[in-house]
């Protein structure tokens, strides 16, 4: 799957260690975007499992073929974590599984960190593949 990687001056990539160089930010980055996305996932997974809905996420990430997508963009404020915060993607996600009266779903989450004016947008995707809903 390709990311998207954000130049090394955007505002939302205050995460990275001061040891970190334009030659191995690259690497940097990708290890703590797939750590945010497999919390993601563990917290939807538990979600999940409390509303009785059967969920699980693929062993070898990103390779599952959706048929689905749900996408979410957090844009960096003058409070860069704002972009990071989930809460919104996790009613979007909810409400859609819910609506769609799914008792079974597997899922994976991709997150990509882009340039934009003036500090930065991070896109979430909830790609998921939607069971037929029981009868």
Do not use: C, W
């Amino acid at each position: 799957m390709f990311r998207n990687i954000p130049s090394f001056e955007n505002s939302l990539l205050f995460f990275l260690r001061k040891d970190t160089t334009e030659e191995n930010y690259v690497e940097i980055y990708e290890e703590f975007i797939v750590k945010q996305e497999e919390s993601i996932e563990r917290r939807l997974n538990e979600i999940f499992r409390q509303l009785g809905i059967n969920s699980s996420v693929k062993s070898e990430r990103y390779s599952l073929p959706f048929n689905k997508q749900i996408k979410h963009t957090g844009y960096g404020e003058s409070y860069l974590n704002a972009a990071f915060e989930t809460g919104d993607f996790f009613r979007k996600i909810v409400k859609e599984i819910i609506d769609q009266d799914l008792y079974k779903v597997r899922f994976y989450i991709f997150s990509e960190i882009e340039d934009s004016f003036p500090m930065g947008k991070v896109n979430y995707y909830f790609n998921y593949y939607k069971h037929e809903p029981k009868s």
